[in-house]
Structures are given as C-alpha cells and as structure tokens.
C-alpha cells in the first residue's frame, strides 16, 4: 500500500512523502490499515523493532486533528522518551498541529494543555491528570499506549490499568492503539482493549542472533563466523563491526560497566593504526558536552572518550547530554555506544550489530538474576539500521562452551513470556481503588467494582470470584 492511498488528508500525505522520503507502507503498517486504524477502531500492534509502529501512531493522531478537531495523548514508560518522541513529533508543527510535552508535577491538572492538539506524556503523569480531571481530557480523541508491554511491570503495569480503566469510567470515546515489539499473549491484551490485533515477525532487515564464545559467533541456524579475538569478548566484536563499517550497541549491567567498557573500547580505536573515526568533529561533539552536562565529572569523562568515537549511556546523564549521544549516533559519527537496559525501552538508535555483554543483573534484596526473554528480544531488535545494514546482528556473550547452547536455548530460540497483570496485589490494588475514590471514580463498593471490572486483571476473572472480591473490599472499607 501506498501513502498515497491512505484516508488522511491531502496535506498529510504530501508531508510524510516530501519530508519524510516514505512512500510505501511496511507489511504490518498496511494490515494496521486494513484492520481500521483510520476508522477508529482499537489496535494493537505487536510486530518487531523498525516496522513502523511509531509512525503509525503519528499518523493516526495526525489524522485525527486535522480532521476530526479532536487531541491525541501519547504515553510512554519513560521521562527521557516523552522528550524524544515529543522532539520527534514536533515536525508536524509545520502543518499547524501544536505538541506539548509533560512529565511531572503530579498534583496539577496542567490547565495550559487544553492549548495543545497532542499531549505526550508519562504513564504516571497521565494517570495524575485523569485524577485530576483536566477538563480537556473529553477532547482526547486518540490515547497511544507505547510499550504496552510494561503493563507487566510491578510498578507501572497497574497504573496502565487504571488509566485504561479511568478512559472507560469516563465513557470517552477515544481509540486506543497499543505497540509493542514484545508480547507473548498479545492476543489477550487485544480482546482486553476489544481492538484488532497485528502480530507480526517481519522486519525490513534480516536479523542474524549468536552467541559469542572464544573467537567464534555461533549462529542459532548452526553456521559460524571467525572473529579476531583482543582478548576481551565486546572489544572483539565492538572493532571486527567498525572495521567493516558498521556501528556498534553494547548493552550490560551497571552504570559502572558502560564506563568501564567504554574507556577500553575508545583506548583501543584512538590507538588504532587505521582510520575509524574523524577526530574533528568528534572534538566538536566533545565541546558540546562539556558545556552542556550538568555534572562536570561525568560530562568530562563522557567528552574524553567521544573523541574516540565511544560514548556511555545510562540514567545518570541528564537529557541534553543523552540527546547529543544519540544524534551524533544517529549521524554515524559516534561508533559505538555503551549503555545500560534501560536504553532499550523504546529509544530509537539501531546499529548493526548488538552486543549483550550481560544477561543477568543484580536485583536490589534478591541478587543476580537472568534477564527476562522479553529483554534480551527488545535489545535484539536494535539490530540493522534499514537502509544502512544488509542484516542486523544481535550477539549474547557466553563465560563458558556449555553456556553457548543454554543462551541459545533460553534466549534466541525462546518464546517471549507472556505479561501478567499485577493490578490485584494488596499494595497496588488499595493505591488504586484509594485513588478512584478520592478522584471522584468511585462513591460505592458497586462503583469501586465497575472500576475494577475495567482493569486487565479482571477481564477473566469470574463472576463468582468478582463477588467474592465485592464482599472481600466491602469489609475492608468498613474498616
């Protein structure tokens, strides 16, 4: 399909062709299409990294401006990437269409908004101004929900819940479109949200995962390739990507880890005896950082290694710095980036090959843990760059011979868990019902169970246990 057979608006059309060089839909773009992304209907799209559920989400709420006079929120798990997508966003300004972004101060109903067509945001946040009742909340024509698969999370999966749950009490007639590039039981999630689901495993690049162990890459299709081995499992992969002109993702377990990897990674290219990097401009992004870090010990660090081409990436950096990362990332002037999971979540900033330098970090109160299928997959998916890379590569690094099969087994070739609600836990089910209450939600135990009948946690939950449940609330109220 088209851009040019799409039901948006002449000016949109020309816009995404002229400026953003797109005129064919990707093959789950097209069947989000198909399944009525345009006619209001819900969808959830859960299909691989780099298919474009992103701009479908522009697409949809830019649609519904222009045409419909309504506003669009877009929701996001993180701080840092409600500032991305809403820099990305703001593109569409040239048509007229006005973008705000929020993230914090959650005793406010942020009045101000009531100005802006599209309102990107937090989980949190969101959750705060439905409380709130901001009264622009009944113009949201459009409600994104990004990373949906952090309903899972012990966290912020409830707070999903109740924003969902809140959208329905309020009887919006909003269209709700979800994405994720992992959910096991996507299918579930869909029937939750009564939307038409698009799955897909396709990609616009081929994805090749390995496991790398003593100088070999051992492919989970049985092939191998030779790597040169320095004697340091990221510094080999990291150098035999760049030498043939690739960009390098390296992801582990600790703030502390991304410097130290990163400090041995640019001490190897600066005293490389063949040319990788253009130290000019790589002097210049160095400046940059040093002016605009707001810690002098990090940012001077940070500048030091980027003349190298290598930089750190972690939640200790503030925003303007991550932003000069990525976009000197983005232009392949940075070649290698070392950061913790969290970059993972969404941010935008493939590479040719990804590099797993851990695959278990400790947990505060229980220890070493392995990382959850869903993780390893959503770094996976940063692998190729379209465009760029004829195949991405993602690689787990094995300790050990026997630990090559057992990645193999328990990571590539493992199915991706499927999420659980978390919304019915003492803790999380009184904050929330405590909330409905005081925000006006709920004035009765059958009002409080209208409330709840409208999270995920109890779309299969029997009417027998809803009674029970009923009885069980009641009591505690009357406490």
């Known amino acids: 399909m088209r851009i040019a057979d799409l039901p948006i608006p002449d000016v949109l059309r020309d816009f995404i062709a002229r400026e953003r060089g797109i005129q064919e839909l990707y093959p789950p773009q097209e069947e989000a299409v198909r399944r009525g992304l345009f006619d209001g209907r819900n969808i959830v799209m859960c299909t691989s990294t780099a298919t474009g559920k992103t701009l479908m989400a522009e697409l949809v709420m830019i649609n519904a ?119 096991g039981n996507a299918e579930e999630i869909a029937n939750y949200l009564d939307a038409e689901l698009v799955a897909s495993d396709w990609r616009p690049v081929r994805l090749r995962e390995g496991v790398y162990y003593d100088g070999v890459i051992y492919y989970a299709d049985g092939s191998r390739a030779l790597i040169k081995d320095l004697g340091n499992p990221v510094l080999s992969l990291v150098m035999d990507t760049i030498v043939n002109g690739g960009q390098a993702l390296v992801f582990t377990n600790s703030r502390s880890n991304t410097v130290k990897l990163a400090q041995q990674i640019a001490h190897y290219i600066c005293n490389y005896g ?61 070649k290698v980036v070392v950061a913790t999971t969290t970059l993972a979540a969404g941010v935008n900033l493939p590479a040719r090959r990804v590099i797993i330098h851990e695959y278990r970090r400790y947990e505060p109160g229980i220890g070493m843990e392995e990382l959850p299928v869903m993780e390893y997959k959503q770094m996976a998916g940063r692998a190729g760059r379209p465009g760029l890379d004829p195949y991405g590569e993602a690689v787990l690094i094995a ?81």
């Open 65 to 183: 401006v222009l045409t419909r006079s309504v506003k669009a929120v877009l929701a996001v798990p993180l701080r840092a990437l409600a500032y991305e997508k809403a820099r990305d966003l703001r593109v569409y300004e040239r048509l007229g269409v006005r973008i705000a972004v929020t993230t914090g101060e959650y005793d406010k109903e942020d009045a101000w908004l009531m100005n802006y067509d599209i309102v990107v945001t937090t989980y949190e946040k969101l959750d705060s101004l439905l409380r709130h009742r901001a009264e622009w909340l009944r113009q949201v024509g459009v409600l994104v929900i990004d990373e949906i698969h952090y309903i899972d999370d012990d966290k912020r999966g409830p707070t999903i819940e109740s924003i969902i749950a809140k959208v329905k009490t309020l009887g919006l007639n909003t269209q709700i479109l979800a994405l994720s590039a992992t959910v």
């Open 399 to 479: 300790r050990s011979e026997d630990e090559v099969d057992y990645l193999i087994r328990n990571y590539i070739n493992a199915r991706v868990e499927d999420v659980k609600s978390k919304f019915l836990t003492d803790k999380n089910l009184a904050t929330h019902i405590l909330s409905a209450i005081a925000s006006g939600y709920a004035s009765s135990i059958d009002d409080i169970m209208r409330f709840i009948s409208s999270t995920w946690a109890t779309s299969r939950v029997t009417s027998i246990r809803m009674n029970s449940l009923g009885t069980y609330l009641g009591g505690r109220l009357m406490t």
């Open 274 to 334: 063949m040319k990788l990097i253009e130290p000019g401009t790589l002097a210049k992004i160095s400046n940059s950082i040093i002016e605009t870090s707001q810690s002098k010990l990090l940012g001077e660090e940070l500048a030091r290694i980027v003349k190298c081409g290598v930089a750190f990436h972690h939640a200790g950096l503030d925003m303007d710095t991550r932003s000069i990362v990525e976009s000197s990332f983005r232009d392949r002037l940075i």
